[in-house]
Nanobody, 121 residues
């Protein structure tokens, strides 16, 4: 089970840190990622680890502003979001995969509920 939290309302240029707590499974065996879905749009890739965990990947729209990290001891993955823009407004989802491609939504086996992020202009 994945539970995402930390969303909220923030002004343009502000920061938020999302957290995703995993329970019930071998957390370290899964590759974690973040996706987001804005109203009326498809769910899009935001960030993920490589299978080894040594590398990270980001969607083009968030590169240089967002950072994914994890704490295996706490079974938690984070998404630090800086320099937020109104176009970052979306429901953010954490997800876990055991195989497949990091940005392919179909590769992810488990999904948390979304946490809403709203960036005001």
């Amino acid at each position: 089970q994945l539970q995402a939290f930390g969303g909220g309302l923030v002004q343009t240029g502000g920061s938020l840190r999302l957290s995703c707590a995993a329970s019930g499974r071998a957390f370290s065996a899964y590759v974690m990622g973040w996706f987001r879905q804005a109203p009326g749009k498809e769910r899009e890739f935001v960030a993920s680890f490589s299978r080894s965990g040594r590398n990270t990947f980001y969607g083009d729209s968030v590169k240089g502003r967002f950072t994914i990290s994890r704490d295996n001891a706490k079974n938690t993955v984070y998404l630090q979001m800086n320099g937020l823009k109104p176009e970052d407004t979306a429901a953010y989802y954490c997800a876990a995969r055991s195989s497949g491609y990091y940005s392919d939504i179909r590769s992810y086996d488990y999904w948390g509920q979304g946490t809403e992020v709203t960036v005001s202009s």
